[in-house]
């Protein structure tokens, strides 16, 4: 069996995961899954008037890179507005851990479809249209990943 690397980074945010736990009448819920590898991701937004995100949570079942993608992408969206957070990408959520294995990055794929599912909750909640934001997929597949537009 292959013996599977991680960087420090992703080893900090599984050891010291940030922004775990749930937000009581959250602005928005995301919860997509992976059905091939059993990962469940929640995230939960704090979204003010001004459509800025004031706190992020999540709750994630799942290996440690699921717990590490969940950390960095919560840290990647808080504070920043609706729309800057929705081109907050499973990329960017790799590179700011420094990377993940190949077998992982499904894992990433998972924190940007939960943060894109929380935003959608959040929109059909206010009657809001977010552009380029589309209905989530709760299931994300890893023979999916090939398809993923380039954004």
Known sequence: MEKIMYSEKVMDHFSNPRNVGEIENASGVGTVGNAKCGDIMRIYLDIDGDGIINDCKFKTFGCGAAVATSSMATELVKGKSVEDAL???NK????????LPPVKVHCSLLAEEAIHAALWDYAEKNGLKIEGLEKPKADIHEDEEEEQEEY
Do not use: R
């Not at 960017?92 to 990377?99: K, N, R, S, W």
């Open 87 to 89: 081109q907050v990408t």
């Open 92 to 99: 960017a959520v790799m590179e700011a851990l420094d990377g």
